[in-house]
């Protein structure tokens, strides 16, 4: 036993002086060498996003996602647990299909909202009807029973499919202006009317399903060929599905022209009563200040209208295989290295901030916290986010940083403190050093950020590894800085929309018990 005890001791003690040994150059180029010829990307991808697929707070593959996330860590020998922090509706997609079945059949391209009500075993087959235009809020009382037993469009039809940048190359310059000219009259001519039932686009599904409308139909259009946003249903009873641009606009106009179609919906999701709801935290100890932290942070949640390959699995898979390569390279860091897989971002930043509220030690030890959440891209703006000194240290850790990783960066600081967006806004409301990689679009916002399409194949990962990389390495250096970060807060500027001195954002508590009401 004595014996062994030495040998380990000695064996400790060598992996430390050879890590010691070892200059910032070399630890880099090993990094760069493990992220380029042994990435695990592709793989991390498949399992998240093909195998387990949709990670929407309160279902059973968010917790699939979590067990599967603490295995895979605990096979690269680092530490992992899923900690719970609340607990949410349980909810589980089903089957969605819709049809036209009336005055032809045709299928649609459509599906059931996030934690929308089933439509039961036989499905729900109705008469479309589109809202009316109305005066005011009397009149769309007075209109509302018109709604029973039907299935009501709640959407605006778009007069174009087409992406603004597909009219830009093709359409004459007169052709294109008119189009957004009548496309904003008709925006402008709905949200009018939105306004004069007295709801809006958020409360009028409640209002349908009390008047006995037996489902709603919408298309959130998202300004990209085939792409629409999926959101939550908001209703109690009837179901709420989204269908296509294209479906969407023929049947609307069936409706306009009196061909009174039918569609059939069949939407078989299951509601699992109330679950507990986790982060994945793991943990590579520190050996010299166990008590200081850099923490790696990316959302774990998603919508599910499709598989959140970039909103957020490409931060997901940056963060695991950053962590990957440092235990590998790096495995006894002078501070903690600390990988926070946050739940229910989507609806709050709820992981983060219970986590914040949890764990005000952690909080008070953070060296530093590099969130990724916007997108597939390389990283191109990093902001100090307010804080006085974050020049220097985040400065001294970029100049490690080998060009090809950072040429296209730019920083700003001391930038202003980020109030939300993603969960390092949880850590900075807290006073604590976090920081966004902050990605190259990629068509983000109209294509992938919680649409149908944020799928598999739209993860560009040469850039994903460029970031994997950076962030491996700034994680490195933070570890290994003499210093202690300095927490200093710049003085706020004048907001310029606001004529008013920007205040400090202040630390919020999450919602502990979601989707329950
Ligand atoms: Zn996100």
Known sequence: MKKQLLFTIIFVLGLLLTTKAQTTEEMVAAIEKEGTENSQLEELAYQLMDFN???LVGTPEMKSAHDWAVNTYKSWGIDAENQQWGTWKGWQRG??????VHPRV?????????WSPSAGKKGVTAELITLPTIQDSLAFAQWLPNVKGKIVMVSMMQPTGRPDDNWEEFATEASFKKMKEEREAMEKAWDENMKNTGYSSRTINKALEAAGAVAIAQSRWSRGFGANKIFSAGTDKIPVVDISLEGYGMLYRMVEHGAKPHIKIMAESKELGEVPTFNTIATIPGTELPDEYVILSAHFDSWDGATGATDNGTGTITMMEAARILKKLYPNP???ILIGHWGSEEQGLNGSRAFVEDNPK???????LFNQDNGTGRVVRISGQGFLHAYDYLGRWLEAVPDAYKNEI???FPGTPGGGGSDYASFVAAGAPAFSLSSLSWAYWN???HTNLDTYDKIVF???????ILTAILTYMACEDPVKTSREKAVLGIDPRTGEQREWPSQRSPTRKGGMD
């Open 53 to 55: 697929g949709p990670r």
């Open 462 to 468: 040469d850039d994903v590894r460029n970031n994997a």
């Open 362 to 368: 952690i909080v008070e030890g953070l060296q530093a």
């Open 106 to 114: 045709a299928s649609l391209h459509a599906t059931q909202l996030a």
């Open 334 to 336: 002078k501070r903690t």
């Open 95 to 100: 089957i969605t299909h819709v049809d036209m």
């Open 447 to 449: 294509y992938t950020w």
């Open 410 to 412: 730019e920083t700003t």
